[in-house]
């Protein structure tokens, strides 16, 4: 009897003692959970509130310990960190998603077939403009025709477009947004003629006339006569690209290259809870950018970061805009050219590092690569983790990959070397393409890359990004057995650039990238297990839900 009152008495202690449950608003068990951590481990379950994560560990871990009014079995399915696209354009996908839709065409018939139906459904008239120039014509925009694709790869001419529409303004980008394709009514508007010469940019002239294509700075100054789209309609883009983009399991996104008008448009739907994506945003470095936020400093909301600029310090490589320390292979004399005087990046060097912002740049050709790798290591020497980018880093002097260093990062998009290497070899000839889309080479380099796609460049899908780094394929399988595989990242490189990495990139590793403790919950549920899948599920991926803050925001 005395020893069952003592047994009776020590369970009742026991349980006495025990710590109640913690309330979390949501817990999630039953799940495959890659946190992305330092170790890369591996979890069953984990506990949310207040939009961060609490706790991870086994099921039974975490029931222990946490209580919820909402949990969610995941019945095995796979969870990773929400994705960070490293470069892309937001705001201009969406912007585009209301334009001609010229990707995957292939041959300048499409693009005429395809320009004149879109005028034809969306009923374009100066009589029912809502957009409208200064002189009262509504422009017809469109974008991603690529000459590469077509079986004449040659740039096309404007005389179709002058033929059907004489009367109202045309612009169709390239896909790479370096060169623009316009007619002759966009021309006159802009005042270009066969004499009109532009810094930094081409117009291209046959027989004495403009062909209508523009490249770089030449395309960037007629494009100053588009009007700037109203709040309504930059509300409207940024929302459809959300859309989208959650459905792909991004969480983050940075945006290449924006406006304060689209920035405080952003800000302003954030706070409202309308626009539940996160923005790091680079900044164009105009007057009006450049005066604001150097004078007011870094901005900074748990959902939007404003410290960077972006520059461009040359062109494309699909037309021939990239600048190559020797000729192009398939021009002779021709190296392509840098957008602005060295003294220009120097200039902007000198003073984003007094200021602290982050100076990426976009660099495709190696001559470019070395220019502004020399000038960063000139200026970030005495100022600590500054992390300036190479955006895009296509080629690079193998004798360039030491300027490479842990303040110094690689900013790639692994779909564009699966998309060049059709014809890259034409361009940079058999031993300059070898150190062309060389990721594994620039992540040795500097230990650290991020991982984008520059959408709508590419594909805003993460799936083919991992697929493209991992197996140095396209969507089609090509080639069977990769495209320079020596340079593919491992599934844990890719995973990482697409998150803590990326996160990294952003000086936001402490608060995201990574499942951990006290970091957003930022995270997504896909029916596939990306660290152990056969090759040919990669690209079937679905994401099943994307959470931000812990809340679900999509769900299959």
């Not at 080479?441 to 594909?459: H, Q, R, Y």
């Amino acid at each position: 009897m005395i020893k069952k009152t003592l047994l009776y008495l020590t369970v009742c202690c026991f349980l006495s003692c025990k710590e109640p449950l913690k309330e979390a608003d949501l817990i999630i068990h039953n799940a495959v959970i890659y946190s992305v951590d330092s170790i890369f481990s591996v979890h069953q379950a984990m506990a949310i509130r207040d939009g961060q994560i609490l706790e991870l560990g086994t099921n039974e871990a975490i029931r222990e310990k946490f209580k919820s009014k909402t949990v969610k079995d995941a019945e095995g399915k796979c969870i990773f960190p929400g994705f960070i696209d490293a470069h892309c354009h937001f705001y201009g996908y969406g912007k585009g998603l209301n334009e001609v839709d010229l990707v995957g065409t292939n041959s300048f018939n499409e693009v005429i077939e395809k320009t004149s139906e879109f005028v034809k459904q969306k009923d374009l008239s100066p009589e029912v403009s809502t957009l409208t120039s200064k002189n009262n014509n509504e422009w017809i925009i469109g974008r991603g025709w690529d000459q590469n694709d077509w079986e004449n790869k040659e740039f096309p001419g404007k005389e179709r477009l002058d033929s059907l529409f004489p009367d109202m303004p045309v612009l169709l980008k390239r896909i790479d947004g370096h060169a623009v394709l316009v007619n002759q009514k966009a021309l006159t508007m802009a005042g270009f003629t066969s004499g009109t010469k532009i810094k930094g940019g081409e117009l291209e002239i046959k027989n004495g006339k403009l062909t209508g294509i523009l490249i770089d700075n030449a395309a960037d100054s007629l494009e100053q006569f588009i009007p700037v789209s109203n709040k309504e309609s930059i509300k409207k883009a940024l929302l459809k690209a959300q859309a989208n983009c959650v459905a792909m399991g991004l969480t983050t996104v940075d945006d290449a290259g924006l406006n304060k008008n689209i920035i405080d448009v952003i800000d302003e739907l954030q706070k409202s809870g309308e626009l539940k994506m996160r923005v790091y945003a680079m900044l164009t470095p105009n007057s009006e950018n450049l005066n604001h936020y150097l004078k007011n400093g870094i901005y900074k909301t748990d959902k939007l970061t404003v410290r960077a600029f972006k520059f461009y310090a040359d062109g494309a490589l699909g037309s021939r805009g990239a600048c190559l320390l020797k000729e192009y292979s398939d021009k002779d004399g021709w190296k392509g050219f840098l957008l602005n005087d060295i003294s220009y990046f120097e200039k902007y060097a000198r003073l984003l590092a007094e200021k602290g912002f982050q100076m990426n740049t976009h660099c495709i050709g190696d001559s470019s690569v070395r220019l502004i790798l020399n000038i960063y290591n000139k200026h970030i020497n005495s100022v600590s983790d500054m992390r300036w980018r190479i955006e895009h880093a296509q080629t690079v002097n193998p004798a360039d990959l030491k300027n490479f260093n842990d303040n110094i990062i690689p900013s790639v998009q692994p779909t564009h070397a699966t998309s060049d290497m059709y014809w890259a070899g034409k361009r940079l000839g058999d031993e300059r393409v070898r150190h062309a889309y060389a990721y594994k080479d620039a992540l040795n380099a500097s230990k650290t890359i991020a991982l984008g796609t520059d959408f709508p460049v590419e594909d805003i899908s993460p799936f083919k990004t991992f697929y493209a780094a991992v197996y140095r394929k396209d969507s089609k399988g090509y080639p069977e057995k990769g495209f320079q595989t020596e340079n593919a990242l491992t599934r844990e490189e890719t995973i990482k650039g697409m998150t803590i990495w990326a996160a990294y990139s952003n000086f936001e590793e402490k608060e995201k990238g990574s499942l951990s403790p006290g970091k957003f919950a930022d995270f997504i549920i896909l029916d596939t297990d990306l660290m152990k899948c056969a090759e040919e599920n990669i690209l079937k991926t679905k994401v099943l839900s994307t959470y931000i803050s812990g809340m679900e925001v999509y769900k299959l």
